[in-house]
């Protein structure tokens, strides 16, 4: 069974930019969620999506955004960035938050690099 | 004060030690406890998921739960140069976001 996958790997950008990032789920789940890890913050909770819908946001700004699709994908889209958006972003899958709760796996992260 | 505490360590242990890792937490609504693996360059990995208070064993890995006095613990029985990582607590309450340890970087000496 494939587990999260997520790309890229690696993305430059510069100051003031746009990112997106991509996750796919591990199927049949329909839970993702977004974790920022920065140096010396740990891992942060950006974002949970499930079902289509936005079910919950960390303490981020704004211009931290995603969606969901249909197929249970979800993309993380940071605007205007900044030098402190440098990170490793995390995405994690479970199955539907219906029913009894099950633990998040996750994938190898998208690290972005702001110059 | 952080919600949850673990020391980031390092601990350095010879093979086949007992390798104890520890956390505690201020939110006494969290209920699900959850220890990651996270190897360099790599995603966190699950180890061991417990809900509520008690103990849980996967092979050479107990978990403890303590909610009375808010601590969670991994034991990792006969470590071996493979468990060499930064090991992550995690812990939610009923919304589903992952509150995170600093994690502990633990090294093998084989």
């Not at chain 1, 999506?49 to 197929?71: A, C, H, I, T, V």
């Not at chain 2, 601590?71 to 990792?76: D, E, V």
């Amino acid at each position: 069974e494939a587990g999260v996958t997520q790309s890229p790997t690696h993305l430059i950008k510069t100051r003031g930019q746009q990112a997106t990032l991509r996750c796919s789920p591990i199927s049949g789940h329909t839970s993702v969620y977004w974790y920022q890890q920065a140096l010396g913050l740990g891992l942060q909770f950006l974002l949970w999506y499930d079902e289509g819908e936005e079910r919950n946001r960390g303490n981020f700004p704004p211009r931290f955004s995603g969606r969901q699709f249909p197929n249970y994908s979800s993309e993380l889209n940071v605007n205007a960035l900044e030098l402190e958006d440098s990170a490793l972003y995390l995405c994690a899958s479970s199955p539907s938050r219906q029913g009894a709760r099950q633990p998040q796996h996750f994938g190898d992260g998208t690290r972005l690099s702001i110059l | 004060q952080k919600e949850v505490e673990q020391d980031p360590g390092p601990l350095s242990v010879p093979e086949g030690a007992i390798v104890s890792l520890n956390c505690t937490y201020s939110n006494s609504a969290f209920q699900y406890f959850m220890w990651y693996r996270q190897y360099s360059r790599k995603g966190p990995e699950l180890l061991m998921y417990t809900y509520s208070s008690g103990n849980k064993e996967d092979g050479r890995f107990t978990a403890q739960v303590d909610k009375s006095s808010k601590y969670i613990s991994l034991f990792i029985r006969d470590s071996q140069p493979s468990d060499s990582a930064t090991y992550l607590c995690a812990m939610s309450d009923d919304d589903y976001k992952l509150s995170f340890g600093a994690g502990t970087t633990v090294t093998v000496r084989a």
